[in-house]
């Protein structure tokens, strides 16, 4: 047991939802959609859609963890993580978050991690073949093909691109984009709908959907600012050179705020157009009719009152989510480090909640 507790605390479980949390949102935009009324749903159609979002949890989970030991095994044979051995593997405050230590330092040898990142990434791969498989989408296997070399090369490899600087941009694609997108063209057409009753959704749909993508990218971006800004000294030392180690801990900062303040103005126009426009889908794929004799989704959580305090609670969420912003934004600033990656987690999922509600929104 002592064991199983190591390796979860060198998976670093902590980060997970930002790694789940662009898939709750477009799991969450197309459930909305499927639930709307506009378009007409048969039972299988929703048990496909569960069965889908489910294995687009499971990659999105286990492809956070093999990154997690990979940056693990490939920081610590560069002597990256050499301070991170100051503090106790047994500590036992924290004890599933806040890793402090290396795998190595509690005894696993650098082998056996490496075969930790290589299962971990192997089940991404196969609930990604189930996932491409059920959507018919094959361009998925040369996306996962991406998704793996921008995991291990992060850190890996003679010349990780994670040590030129490219490490910011590369968690708000993959965790952004690539991961909010690629669910939602997964759920589109692996829900059991036909090919030919599937087509492009408006301009202004599309838009928005891709720019509600910058919001889980976001999320991952400043995750991964905290940690560049808190380690610029050591980062340097060790010819690491991150976004934050090239503009500096000033501009750094800037930098982080006006993230921050970006993804907080989309997440308020998203609640805006839940609210005041219900009808308008934030999607960029339409479902046409199948035909009138379908069976069609009439749940009673639609009706006036259940949307009315819907509405309220998002509100209310909305307005947590923006002091949590100002806190998160304030904590950087102020060079408070190790307070602000647990409030970007828990704003995280936040947004991420927001996202749900808004299903009964509709």
């Not at 609930?127 to 070399?149: D, N």
Request: net charge positive.
């Amino acid at each position: 047991m002592n064991n199983l507790k190591v390796w979860l605390k060198g998976a670093r479980l902590y980060t997970l939802p930002i790694g789940i949390v662009p898939v709750v949102m477009a799991i969450s935009i197309f459930a909305r959609y499927l639930f709307s009324g506009q378009i007409v749903v048969k039972p299988y159609n929703i048990e496909n859609f569960v069965i889908q979002s489910l294995l687009c949890i499971g990659v999105a989970a286990s492809m956070q963890i093999s990154v997690n030991y990979a940056n693990d095994y490939c920081d610590g044979l560069r002597g990256l993580d050499d301070q991170r051995s100051k503090r106790d593997v047994s500590a036992k405050s924290k004890a599933l978050c806040d890793v402090s230590w290396r795998l190595a330092d509690a005894g696993i040898k650098p082998k056996s991690v490496l075969y930790a990142v290589c299962i971990s990434a192997l089940i991404s791969c196969v609930f990604g073949l189930i996932i491409t498989i059920r959507s018919g989408i094959w361009i998925f296997i040369l996306l996962g093909l991406v998704c793996l070399m921008g995991a291990w090369f992060y850190a890996g490899g003679s010349h990780p691109y994670g040590y030129r600087g490219w490490g910011e941009f590369s968690a708000f694609l993959f965790f952004g984009p690539v991961a909010f997108l690629g669910t939602l063209c997964a759920l589109s057409f692996g829900s059991g709908f036909p090919k030919e009753s599937i087509t492009t959704a408006s301009v202004p749909q599309i838009v928005f959907c891709v720019l509600l993508s910058i919001i889980p990218g976001g999320f991952s971006a400043c995750l991964m600012m905290i940690n560049n800004l808190r380690d610029i000294e050591s980062d340097t030392k060790h010819a690491k050179f991150t976004a934050m180690s090239i503009v500096g801990e000033n501009i750094g900062r800037i930098i982080f705020v006006s993230v921050v303040i970006m993804f907080t103005l989309l997440q308020c126009v998203y609640v805006f157009l839940n609210i005041f426009f219900a009808k308008f889908m934030t999607i960029i794929w339409n479902v046409a009719r199948l035909n009138k004799n379908a069976f069609r989704i009439n749940c009673f959580l639609f009706n006036q009152g259940v949307f009315i305090v819907c509405c309220i609670l998002l509100l209310l969420l909305t307005y947590m989510f923006i002091k949590k912003a100002y806190s998160l934004a304030y904590a950087v600033i102020c060079g408070n480090y190790a307070n602000a990656f647990p409030i970007c987690v828990s704003l995280a999922m936040l947004g991420a909640l927001t996202f749900v509600l808004s299903i009964f929104a509709c």
